[in-house]
């Protein structure tokens, strides 16, 4: 296991995630992609998601927002819509925050899109795990391990 920071912008804050050996990341503007290398089926894309934070978003809400991406273009009915909740590590910078997660899928075509909303105290990432339908099981409970280990930093203090 390896843990991966990524922090798009100064003022925006930093996503560390950690994956377990194998897999690989690259960076895009402010979107992280992950894959199992070579023997991967799947992408995992997360980005901070400033466009959708509400004050206070409650989990129904949530579970809303990733039906309505997964709708987005699917030809089938969105499965899997649930609410995760995990307490962050207390760091010595931070309080202990709770990480509440939504997820909900939908197939597309030959494809099958798994959307996440994540939540920690008052930021917001947005992310999708993205594989052809039939390889759906192979890595859809990986991709969601990794997001449990999501955390989302402050950005940093302008000096």
């Known amino acids: 296991m390896r843990t991966i920071s990524h922090a798009p912008a100064p003022e925006l804050p930093c996503l560390e995630i950690t994956v377990p050996e194998g897999w690989k ?3 895009e503007d ?3 992609t992950l894959t199992r ?3 991967g089926v799947g992408a995992l894309q997360v980005s901070l998601a400033p466009h959708l934070y509400e004050p206070d978003i409650l989990p129904p809400k949530m ?3 990733a039906e309505q991406f997964a709708a987005q273009g699917a030809d089938g009915p969105v499965v899997g819509q649930r609410v995760w909740r995990r307490t962050a590590a207390r760091t010595s910078t931070a309080p202990r925050q709770e990480v509440i997660a939504a997820t909900a899928g939908a197939p597309r075509g030959e494809w099958f899109v798994q959307c996440f ?4 105290g008052e930021s917001i990432a947005f992310a999708t795990y993205v594989c052809r339908a039939a390889d759906r099981p192979a890595e859809i409970d990986a991709a969601e391990q990794i997001l449990q280990t999501i955390e989302i930093r402050p950005p940093q203090a302008k000096s």
């Open 117 to 120: 909303i994540i939540r920690q």
């Open 30 to 32: 402010d979107l992280l």
């Open 25 to 27: 990341e690259s960076f």
């Open 63 to 65: 579970v809303s927002l």
């Open 37 to 39: 290398g070579e023997r």
